[in-house]
């Protein structure tokens, strides 16, 4: 019996070398063991490619007078491309010496490029962009509670602007905006999703 057993091993051993053997002898060389492929995500680029903006803001360094506010939605078509639609609004009442009202609606769409890539920007929460925008304008005037309808009227319009967006979290963040609109600059919060 023992015999037996070891005639087994035996066995087993000459055909591990055999295996062995055979395999480097028909390659000539050993096999080599294929290492696994790491591809880090790029963290050096900003994408808006399936995302969404909502930016609600004020203006600041308003053409009028009064606060003038709005809201734009985007959506991200591409890694650099997102368009969406806007509306601001300004009203300013005088009730004093001249008992005056003014009310400016702008609402249209627009288009937004997204410099990230172009710019090599490092930090994924800083997104540059610069883009044009496609409205209405309507300006309603009174004077003394009598609607003045020359004074400033509505038209169609063609406007451009350039900001960026800072994003504190994965949904958070505030922009900063310059261009046409109701106002020279338009500052507000960003909510992304």
Partial sequence: ????????C?????????TKTSVTATSGKPKPVPRPVIVAPKTDEYSVMDKNFLDPGVGLGTY????????SFEHGFTDDISAGAFVNYSSYNDNGLYNYSLHLVYVGVRGSYHFAKLLNVSNPKFDPYAGVSLGYYSASYNYAGNPLPGAYGSTVFLGVHAGARYMFSNSVGGFAEVGYGVSALQVGLSFKF
């Fill in 10 to 18: 035996v066995n087993a051993q000459t055909k591990k070398k055999t």
């Fill in 1 to 8: 019996m023992l015999i037996a057993i070891s005639a087994i």
């Fill in 64 to 71: 009028y007078k009064g606060l003038p506010f709005g809201v």
